[in-house]
Structure formats: structure tokens, C-alpha cells
């Protein structure tokens, strides 16, 4: 007798008699299944043939010895069925109740039944699991079409995570005054701050009351949605965030750090100076506000330094230290000056954690810590209880990422990204360090497109997700955050990244080879099953062996537009007028550099002249084979008419992908090309080279010439959602 069968015998299921919103969920998911069962809320010992189902702190009915032997200091689930149907599902936290529901549901159902009669336990591989940057839900995808926030967060939850970001925008741009021949104001589209939801009687008519209710009513929703499925809502913020001018003229005592980066600027931005006791009390009175608002709010992560925001007197402004009267006198040292900024950071993150404690004394602060290279020791050294940290490394310093391709030594500070699998023993140590302190060290880690091959969706590489998830079992990551998010399957059904994270975090012990079998049994069935996995692992082999380019291997490709830009040795010799189609959206002011020279943007050198060649030389030694040996394989399949229907749509949908990403990567080999053959072509007087060079950009013009075409071909042609496009009509993100 199977799972499935002894749960048909029982007619009635037990919760607690004050039901949690996911309990009731998941109940209503256990009568989709079996229709013949009531549902039953009481403290009362179950019928004979019952099955309760509970979140331990929870149940009021008596699970003691099931709470006695449960794992100590982990998130469990204690699964039991017997023969008749009788049994429990229990959980130690709100969060896994959902998540294992449809595990049992989906993936148990054909197991024996006596396996589960004893009873069993399940540790959660993750305390905490949150998408960080979550670029559908909340940040700068969230205009996307074909996405529905339910089905989103409903599908967070049944792959494991603890945890939901809440606060986006409730329309597509942000209340911010633009400024014409400036990008600016859109930097605030994203990580809104929290002067974004509520105000103070501080700031109290800065913003409309009406902008503040919507966005307010937004976070309000998610975090309803969340707590449906058992998740802990949180925010991701950019602080302290800039003010408008107008506040200044009010207060003009109170003026701060400027934080705007003056080659992306036209108007200086400053924020307020959270040295100020009135300062500090408007920062409390917003963060109780929303506690008050959303009780079950978690945390608050902060990103600083960027995109309109600082820290008054740190290092890393972009114009320099600077900041209000009230914290550096003049003739410091810089060691001195470092040291009270520092301080002044951890201050603030205490004012909002007090602050929110009084109302959820769980609520953790954490910093992302690369912004702070000169301040970090301060910073770490003053941090305790609940006031936590976010790093793609503990080894970090700065923005100077460890890690090298595994593939390319020379290509370094790979930390976080998808090419970032390993782990150096000291990262544990670190963590353990921390810990005693009562500091959370929130791994930044990346199984999703999102800060990975943007604009696409869905791409495989599970051995790596893999390879990246055992390293953070065996270094003790406890608390883990996805960059840019989920990729629900209304824009990816067949996402296999995200089904090895959710048979990685259900069960840290599962095999890797058992995992991606029963998926690609369960989408192509038992025919074309290997020839499935045999596809993923080609495609996992070819991303393995991609070099990077920074910036552009991850958000600059949207934001400077290389896909829809032509690439020809004379960037200005197009038309001033035949150039707005995509300068007009990308995010750059007139005078960036890239505007001229792709290898650069504003004062920063992306691509030098030698390792634009030696990409191009990668891309065609060890990508492009490999590349086209899988879409071969995947349109094989595809066009496989001895396969079923259901097969041949998911090859189809592999394939399409594949052809984007051939698409993307052609693109990138044109941009370092052209790199490699402009700056060649120019730093020399021997005319052989100048020839040489001539003939390199002439190549490189004609395959981009056909991967144009072919992405036309792509996009005219394709059934699959294998980039996120916006429904508003195209924006700098998208």
C-alpha cells in the first residue's frame, strides 16, 4: 500500500483549534487530493482513522513525544501514516508546513506506507532561505507580464523558503522629481525606503499621503499572501535614502551625506543626518509604524552607498567622505574619521532594531557589508545580538570578491555569482564566530537568471546549484539569500535549478542523480528521461566553462542595451536620430563613456583590450562547441515524434531557451570583440595590424550581423517565455 492509498481510508483531517492561515492552507491543498475528508479544528484525541496537521507551537492537541524526539537546534517535519490512514504531519516552523504538504502530495504519494508508519523526521537543509532582490515580485522586473504575485509567493513556499520581500512600488516608476538630461530619479525605483510606505511627524507631507497608502496597501498584501503559505515577510531597503530638497529648506540643520554620483547626477541629493536625535526618532517612529502595519514583519535588510543612499563620513561615497555637522570635527585622521563612521552605521541599525523589537523582539537587522572596506573591522567589531550581516563571502573585503573561475584563474571576484562554487574553510569559522555573538551571517548566493544571463529565464545548470548548495551544508550556512529572486513556473515550468534547491532544502541527504531523474521521469517520462538529464548536463558543462564579463554578464547587459544596440567600430556614426530607439532607455546620462567605448562605463574600465580577446577566444574554444552540441540534442528531442506530446513541449521549451542564450552569448563574444579590435586597431602604426584588426571587427560585424537575425528569428517565432518582457511597455530594466 502506497502513501496515497492509506490517506484515502481516512476520513477526517485535525487542526489546531486556532488555526494559522497555512494550516488552513495546506489543508485545503490535502482536500484537492482526498475529497472524502472533513476538516475538523479541536484540541480532542483524533478519530481512529485521522490525520492532524500542525505547526508545532501551534497544535493544540498533544504532540509531546513528537516534539521530545524531535532534531534538536534544526527546522523539522515529522511525517507518519498508518495502514488505515491514521497520522500526523508536524513542523517546527510556519514556514516548512506548506513546503512539505505538497512534498508529501506530489513526490510521496507512490512511496510505500510503511515506510512513514514508525514515523519519520526531516531536518530542513536552511534556518532561513530568502529571495533577496526580488526581481519579479518587488524590484525592477516587477512590470513584468505573465506574472501573478500569488502563484509567485505560493510557489516560494512549496520550494522551502522561510521568507518573502514586501516592499515594492505600487506603480512602475518612483515619486521622484526627474531632472531633464539625467537618469537618476530612476535609481529609486528599487529597495524603496521605508519614507516610502509611512512617514514621521517629521517628514510628514513630504510625500502624498496617496503615494504612501498604495505602496503601503502593496507591502500590506504580500505580506498577507506570505503568511497564507507560512512565510516571514521582510524588507529590503536602500538607507538612509536621500530626501527631497524641499525637507532641507525646512530643516536645514538636519542635512546629512550627499549620496548621489555626480558623473550619473545633475541635482546633488543628500540624506538626512541620522546622528540627530530627531532624525533617530523619525527612523523609530517609521519602523513601528510598519511593525504596527505587519506585525509579523522580520527583518530589514540594508544596501548602502548606492542608487541614492549613504552613510555620512564612509569611505565609499562617491563624492567623497562628507556628511552633517554632528559627527566629525575638523583635523581627524582617517583612521578616526573610519572609526565613528562605523559606529554611526551600527547606531543606526540599533535604532531600528530597538525600535522594531518593542513590537516583534525577533526582528533582525542585517548590512550588506561590501561598501565598507575601510570601515569593516568597526563595523563588525560593534555588531551584536540580532544585528546581522549579508556577504557573498565572509571573506570579503570591500568590493575586492574572492573566488576564482573554477575554469579561468585570471578571472577573479566571483563571489556570489553562478560561477561561485566553492567554499574556503574559513568561511565557517567565520560563521561560528558570529554566531556566538548573537550575528547572523546571511549568505548571498544565485540558482536563479536574476544578477545571472539578464534577461533570460529558466536556464539549467543544476550540478552546479548543487556543487554551491553542499559547500554551504558543509561550511554551516544557516541562513541563505537568493540574489534576484524566484523564477515561478508561469514564466519557467521547467526550472530543474529550482527543483534541486527544494529537494536540497526538504532533505539535505537527498542524491543529486535521484533528483534530477524523478523530474525528468515526472516531465518526459521513463522514454525520454536520459535523454532529458543528458541535456541538462551538456547545458550545466557549457555555463561551467562561460567566462564572465563584469557588468554586463549580469545586470548592465539590460541597463546599457548591448542586445538591441547595434556594434559597429564607430558607435557615433549612427545617427543621432536612428540611436534614440535605445539610448533613450538606457540607464546612462549623455556624456558616459560606454556612449563611445563599449569596454567602459562612466569612469570605469569593464573590458581592457586583452581580455576582450581572450573572451572571445573562450567563448569559441570551449562554449560554442559545447553549446551547439546541446541545442542539437534539444531540437533532436524536440522534433522527436515518437515522444509524447508533454515531452516534445518540455524539449521545446529547453530549446528555446538554449537558442536565448546562444543569443546572449553572442552578444557578449561582439561586445568583447569589438573591444579587442577597436583598441587594437587604434593603438597601432603597423599597417599588417591595423589589417589584421580591420578583418577581427569585420568578422565580428558579420556573426553579430546572423545572431541578430537569429534573435529576430527567436522572438517572432518563440512559444516561450525565454526572457522577461514588460507589460507596460519597455523600461530601463526590462
Known amino acids: 500500500m502506497n502513501f496515497h492509498n ?48 500542525a505547526v508545532a507551537q501551534n497544535a493544540s492537541f498533544d504532540i509531546t513525544k513528537i516534539k521530545a524526539a524531535a532534531p534538536s537546534n534544526k527546522h523539522w517535519a515529522y ?67 505573465n506574472f501573478n504575485a500569488e502563484e509567485h509567493i505560493r510557489e516560494l513556499a512549496r520550494a522551502g523558503y522561510t521568507h518573502v520581500e514586501v516592499n515594492g512600488l505600487a506603480m512602475p516608476v518612483p515619486f521622484e522629481d526627474p531632472v531633464e538630461g539625467e537618469y537618476y530619479s530612476q535609481f529609486y525605483s528599487y529597495c524603496p525606503a521605508l519614507d516610502q510606505f509611512v512617514h514621521s511627524e517629521l517628514n510628514k507631507g513630504i510625500y502624498p499621503v496617496e503615494h504612501l497608502t498604495a505602496n503601503l496597501n502593496l507591502l500590506k498584501r504580500y505580506a498577507g499572501l506570505g503568511r497564507k503559505y507560512g512565510l516571514e515577510p521582510g524588507l529590503l531597503c536602500f538607507e538612509p535614502r536621500s530626501v527631497p530638497e524641499k525637507f532641507f529648506n525646512k530643516y536645514p540643520t538636519l542635512r546629512g551625506a ?77 583612521e ?43 563595523i563588525l567589531s560593534n555588531l551584536g545580538d540580532h544585528l546581522d550581516l549579508e556577504v557573498p563571502s565572509l571573506l570579503v573585503r570591500g568590493y575586492d570578491l574572492p573566488y576564482h573561475h573554477d575554469k579561468y584563474p585570471d578571472v577573479i571576484g566571483i563571489a556570489g555569482s553562478v560561477h561561485h562554487l566553492n567554499m574556503d574553510p574559513q568561511e565557517k569559522q567565520l560563521i561560528q564566530e558570529h554566531q556566538k555573538r548573537g550575528i547572523a551571517s546571511h549568505l548571498i548566493y544565485s540558482h536563479g537568471n536574476g544578477y545571472n544571463f539578464e534577461p533570460l529565464l529558466g536556464l539549467p545548470y543544476p550540478w552546479m546549484i548543487w556543487q554551491k548548495l553542499q559547500e554551504m551544508k558543509k561550511n554551516g550556512v544557516e541562513y541563505a539569500a537568493n540574489l534576484g529572486g524566484f523564477t515561478p513556473s508561469r514564466l519557467a515550468p521547467y526550472h530543474i535549478n529550482q527543483e534541486v534547491f527544494r529537494a536540497f532544502m526538504l532533505d539535505p541527504n537527498a542524491r543529486l542523480e535521484e533528483v534530477l531523474q524523478h523530474k525528468a521521469v515526472q516531465w518526459v517520462g521513463e522514454q525520454a528521461a536520459a535523454q532529458l538529464v543528458a541535456l541538462w548536463q551538456q547545458t550545466d558543462e557549457t555555463i561551467q566553462h562561460l567566462p564572465i564579463l563584469y557588468l554586463f554578464s549580469n545586470f548592465g547587459f539590460v541597463w546599457l542595451r548591448i542586445w538591441v544596440r547595434p556594434i559597429v567600430p564607430d558607435l557615433l556614426a549612427i545617427p543621432d536620430a536612428e540611436r534614440r530607439y535605445y539610448e533613450d532607455f538606457m540607464v546612462s546620462t549623455a556624456n558616459n563613456t560606454n556612449l563611445v567605448d563599449l569596454g567602459k562605463d562612466v569612469l570605469f574600465d569593464l573590458v581592457t583590450q586583452e581580455y576582450g580577446e581572450k573572451f572571445v577566444q573562450r567563448v569559441d574554444e570551449h562554449v560554442t562547441p559545447r553549446l551547439e552540441s546541446v541545442l542539437q540534442l534539444a531540437k533532436a528531442q524536440a522534433h522527436n515524434q515518437q515522444l509524447t506530446e508533454q515531452a516534445r513541449r518540455v524539449f521545446v521549451d529547453q530549446y528555446e531557451r538554449l537558442r536565448g542564450l546562444r543569443c546572449w552569448i553572442g552578444v557578449l563574444r561582439s561586445l568583447s570583440a569589438w573591444v579587442a579590435g577597436v583598441h587594437g586597431y587604434l593603438g597601432t602604426d603597423n599597417q599588417a595590424q591595423k589589417k589584421r584588426w580591420r578583418a577581427y571587427l569585420d568578422d565580428m560585424m558579420t556573426r553579430d550581423l546572423q545572431n541578430t537575425k537569429d534573435l529576430l528569428d527567436l522572438w517572432n517565432t518563440s512559444t516561450v517565455n525565454f526572457m522577461v518582457v514588460s507589460k507596460t511597455g519597455e523600461t530601463s530594466f526590462i
Open 336 to 378: 578616526q574619521i573610519a572609526e565613528v563612521a562605523g559606529k554611526n552605521v551600527v547606531r543606526y541599525m540599533k535604532v531600528l532594531r530597538d525600535a522594531a523589537a518593542e513590537l516583534n523582539p525577533d526582528f533582525r537587522v542585517s548590512l550588506r557589508l561590501e561598501p565598507f572596506k575601510v570601515e569593516h573591522d568597526v
Open 6 to 53: 492509506a490517506l484515502l481510508k481516512t476520513k477526517r483531517l485535525h487542526l489546531p483549534a486556532k488555526a494559522l492561515p497555512v494550516e488552513e492552507t495546506c489543508a485545503a491543498e490535502f482536500q484537492k487530493s482526498f475529497p472524502q475528508l472533513d476538516v475538523v479544528h479541536d484540541a480532542g484525541p483524533p478519530a481512529a482513522a485521522a490525520f492532524r496537521l
Open 258 to 334: 550627499r549620496v548621489d554620483h555626480p558623473f550619473r547626477s545633475r541635482r546633488p541629493r543628500f540624506t538626512m543626518t541620522i546622528a540627530h536625535p530627531l532624525v533617530q526618532a523619525h527612523y523609530r517612529e517609521m519602523m513601528q509604524k510598519l511593525l504596527r502595519a505587519v506585525p509579523d514583519l522580520a527583518y530589514l535588510s540594508i544596501w548602502s552607498n548606492d542608487s541614492g543612499s549613504g552613510f555620512e563620513y564612509t569611505s565609499s561615497l562617491y563624492v567623497g567622505r562628507n556628511g552633517g555637522p554632528y559627527l566629525i570635527r575638523e583635523w581627524r585622521t582617517h
Open 79 to 145: 511525517v507518519r501514516v498508518t495502514p488505515e490512514g491514521a497520522g500526523e504531519l508536524i513542523v517546527s516552523h510556519p514556514a516548512l508546513l506548506f513546503a512539505y504538504t505538497l512534498h508529501l502530495l506530489e513526490d510521496w504519494a507512490n512511496s510505500p506506507a510503511a515506510e512513514f508508519e514508525k514515523g519519520k523526521y526531516y531536518t530542513a537543509a536552511l534556518k532561513w532561505h530568502r529571495p533577496l532582490f526580488d526581481y519579479l515580485l518587488t524590484q525592477t522586473w516587477r512590470t513584468a507580464r
